[in-house]
């Protein structure tokens, strides 16, 4: 049964980091982009960061730029989101996802299976 797991989320002051891994099972993740998106209370579903299959490719929304770093390794079938410089506005639940696309896209609908989500919370 494939699925992805999100864990790392946690509450976190602002200017702090952390790390979330989103870890696959069922499917190798190597064969596909992998995306992160997030979604705050009364707030649409919006794509985060994204990494190509091999790694070579990486795309992040304008808010994240200089924050936030993806990353994979696809030996542990687990790809990561380092974040950096948290502010309040980035509280939200992330989730990880899995494209059926090859163009690592920011868009929900290029997406074909999620993770639960992990909550982030930056507040003092």
């Known amino acids: 049964q494939l699925q992805l797991v999100e864990s790392g989320g946690g509450l976190v002051q602002p200017g702090g980091s952390l790390r979330l891994s989103c870890a696959a099972s069922?499917?190798?993740?190597?064969?596909?982009?992998i995306g992160w998106f997030r979604q705050a209370p009364g707030k649409e579903r919006e794509g985060v960061s994204c990494?190509?299959?091999?790694?070579?490719?990486?795309n992040y929304a304008d808010s994240v730029k200089g924050r936030f770093t993806i990353s994979r390794d696809n030996a542990k079938n687990t790809v990561y989101l380092q974040m950096n410089s948290l502010k309040p506005e980035d509280t939200a639940v992330y989730f990880c996802?899995?494209?059926?696309?090859?163009?690592?896209?920011?868009?929900?609908?290029?997406?074909?299976?999620w993770g639960q989500g992990t909550q982030v919370t930056v507040s003092s």
């Open positions: 069922g499917f190798t993740l190597d064969y596909y982009d």
């Open positions: 996802a899995k494209s059926w696309w090859a163009d690592c896209p920011l868009r929900p609908d290029t997406y074909n299976y």
């Open positions: 990494i190509s299959s091999s790694g070579g490719r990486t």
